[in-house]
Nanobody
Framework: QVQLVESGGGLVQAGGSLRLSCTASGRTGSVYAMGWFRQAPGKERDVVAV????????YYADSVKARFSISRDNAKNTVHLQMNSLKPDDTAVYYCAASYRNGIYASKYDYPYWGQGTQVTVSS
């Protein structure tokens, strides 16, 4: 099994920045693709950004392009999400996800491993 723990969420004013981190433990040898998803109240869990194992391939939702950046450190089994120019619409619970397949997967159904989520609230 793989366990994922997120950190770095919080309350920030519009225009501000936050950096989310997710650390994997357990059978980390089976962790390849990783990503961040978010879910606002009453809405579906949607992709934010994903990254392949080597970090050379990424995908971003249109709503966060040019504002968010995903990166990973495989030596530390960690993936990060740098969020800049935050907007109130970015308010959601952010979830880290991991897959045992390598590639760039934007669907939540491609990820069997999930963290517990971290709240991000952006005030106007």
């Amino acid at each position: 099994q793989v366990q994922l723990v997120e950190s770095g969420g919080g309350l920030v004013q519009a225009g501000g920045s936050l950096r989310l981190s997710c650390t994997a433990s357990g059978r980390t040898g089976s962790v390849y693709a990783m990503g961040w998803f978010r879910q606002a109240p009453g809405k579906e869990r949607d992709v934010v950004a994903v990254i392949n194992y080597r970090g050379a391939g990424t995908y971003y939702a249109d709503s966060v392009k040019a504002r968010f950046s995903i990166s990973r450190d495989n030596a530390k089994n960690t993936v990060h999400l740098q969020m800049n120019s935050l907007k109130p619409d970015d308010t959601a619970v952010y979830y880290c996800a991991a897959s045992y397949r390598n590639g760039i997967y934007a669907s939540k159904y491609d990820y069997p491993y999930w963290g517990q989520g971290t709240q991000v609230t952006v005030s106007s």
